[in-house]
């Protein structure tokens, strides 16, 4: 019975992702570089937001794999009707997911046959496949999803059911959230929005403009390495925001891995450390005091930033695979 309880949350998850597609080709090996190099496109030592979203290497290469996806006669533009027919068939992808997720909650939980979820059905789902939500809140929940007010739910209710129950649950923050997934743009929205030019057509730059979401959070960030907000990132801004978070991440490892509270790591603590955040001990050898610059036999957060940029991996295993112990002979 309980098959379908992740399937049918990973599955429609999956649906909603504008970017569902995913090239069956591994990641392409990132050349060593600088993220700041990489985006500076025409090489001027400065970022603007466009370029700025070219800096995460992984990100460009699955914008390309699309790209090429909608781009169907490879003239290095994606017009509204290439652009249609993919949205048109991700959106039918979609519907059949749904529509196959329903028939396998029907067959678990539809006891009298009717194509739906009575209340007490509903009931026994809530009790067997999604315990986040507690006995006193099935009638409220019930309702809450019940629009046509028949004390049935069909599909479409069930699944506004899987997509809002958390936020219908949990606090306000989360509704906020949620409200603005619910109201995200449609497909000829995007395109609109993302064609800069309005020629009805978009190239990669454009493109790249595409998902709301993910430029939103670019230009957040981007915000934050644009210490004068001149609309630029220069070199020193990007290396100075870089180093800030670098610090304060170290900081937090510090302060996670500090057991004796002097807010330095001794050597045991920097083993927990590398055994937490890379799975790794070392061999024999140990080159703690190469890192140990102060000399007092603990590293403060710098040095640990340090440490961990410089890693002597030569000089680590991995822990994981380390030798089994035989099991006792009985």
């Not at 379908?4 to 569902?20: N, P």
């Not at 049935?152 to 409200?179: G, S």
């Not at 709301?212 to 001149?230: G, I, Q, R």
């Not at 790591?265 to 890192?291: C, D, T």
């Amino acid at each position: 019975m309980l098959r379908l309880a992740s399937a049918v949350f990973v599955s429609l998850a999956i649906c909603r992702l504008h970017a569902a597609s995913i090239s069956r080709l591994p990641l392409p090996e990132v050349v060593p570089m600088d993220d700041f190099l990489r985006a500076d496109a025409n090489k001027d030592k400065k970022l603007n937001l466009d370029e700025f979203l070219r800096k995460d290497p992984s990100y460009v290469w699955v914008m390309e794999d699309n790209f090429a996806r909608y781009d169907a006669d490879r003239d290095g533009f994606v017009t509204k009707a290439e652009y249609d027919v993919i949205v048109n068939a991700e959106k039918e992808a979609e519907e059949q997911m749904e529509q196959e997720n329903w028939q396998v909650i029907l067959e678990d939980f539809d006891k009298n046959g009717d194509g739906f979820l009575q209340f007490d059905e509903m009931t026994q789902y809530l009790t067997t496949a999604d315990t986040t939500v507690g006995k006193e809140k099935y009638q409220e929940v019930f309702s809450r999803f019940d629009t046509h007010k028949d004390m049935k739910l069909d599909m479409k209710e069930f699944d506004d059911y899987l997509v809002n129950i958390a936020p219908f649950l949990f606090d306000q923050t989360r509704k906020a959230e949620q409200a603005a997934v619910n109201n995200e743009p449609t497909s000829d929205q995007e395109f609109k929005t993302a064609d800069a030019n309005k020629d009805n057509k978009l190239n990669f730059e454009e493109f790249l403009h595409k998902d709301p979401y993910h430029l939103k959070l670019v230009t957040e960030e981007f915000k934050k390495f644009d210490a004068n907000a001149d609309g630029i990132v220069t070199r020193a801004e990007y290396d100075e925001k870089v180093k800030a978070d670098s610090q304060d991440q170290f900081r937090k490892f510090v302060a996670e891995f500090d057991t004796n509270g002097d807010k330095e790591l001794q050597e045991e603590e920097v083993l927990n450390f590398l055994s937490q955040r890379h799975g790794v001990k070392p061999k024999n050898s140990f080159a703690f005091n190469k890192f140990d610059t102060k000399s007092n036999g603990a590293l403060d957060t710098s040095e640990l930033g340090q440490f961990d940029a410089n890693l002597p991996w030569e000089e680590m295993e991995d822990i994981e695979a380390e030798t089994e112990r035989p099991l006792p002979t009985i």
